[in-house]
């Protein structure tokens, strides 16, 4: 697990961006107001950056379910699963279907049974009290090496 300060979340993101390509998933679990929307945010403004694109709005996509950015051909689905309660939900919102040039972005994908061959999951934690906050990486297929030892 690795300590690290919110001032510091570019730096992660930036890591894990540089490991990113196009039909990859990135599960995020943590509770509420664990950084969870923050890393999502830094993780686009980066994206967009590096291509020249406008940065726009990232928001927590709690109540719509789904926030959907396009980077040039590049689609980032941001999906907040916190509210679903059942699978049928989940093939409604069109989450199981393929997209060649798309980087998929789960909060609470504990409600997900099935992964994805190529994931980053992400563990947010945070002791309100002591203001701590670490961070876990756990990776899947292509992911599976990936660490950050230090920020």
């Known amino acids: ?3 690290y300060n919110l001032s510091q979340i570019n730096k ?3 890591k894990v961006l540089s490991n990113l390509s196009s039909k990859e998933c990135i599960f995020l679990f943590g509770e509420l107001g664990s950084g969870k929307t923050t890393f999502t945010r830094s993780l686009i403004h980066q994206l967009q950056e ?3 694109v406008k940065k726009t709005e990232v928001l927590s996509p709690t ?3 789904l926030y959907e950015y ?4 590049l ?3 941001h999906y907040d699963l916190y509210r679903l309660k059942t699978i049928e939900e989940l093939y409604q919102l069109g989450f199981f279907e393929n997209s060649k040039n798309s ?3 789960v909060e609470w994908p504990e409600k997900i049974k099935k992964g994805f061959e190529n994931r980053l999951e ?3 934690y945070y002791d309100l009290k002591e203001d701590n906050r670490k961070i876990k990486f756990k990776g899947f297929g292509k992911w599976k090496n990936f660490k950050i030892n230090e920020i």
Not at 70 to 73: A, D, F, G, P, Y
């Open 12 to 14: 992660i993101s930036e």
């Open 75 to 77: 689609k980032i689905m």
């Open 63 to 65: 109540f719509n379910l």
């Open 50 to 52: 590096k291509h020249k």
């Open 1 to 3: 697990m690795l300590k």
């Open 103 to 105: 980087i998929i972005i």
């Open 70 to 73: 396009e980077v040039n051909s």
């Open 122 to 124: 992400i563990t947010f």
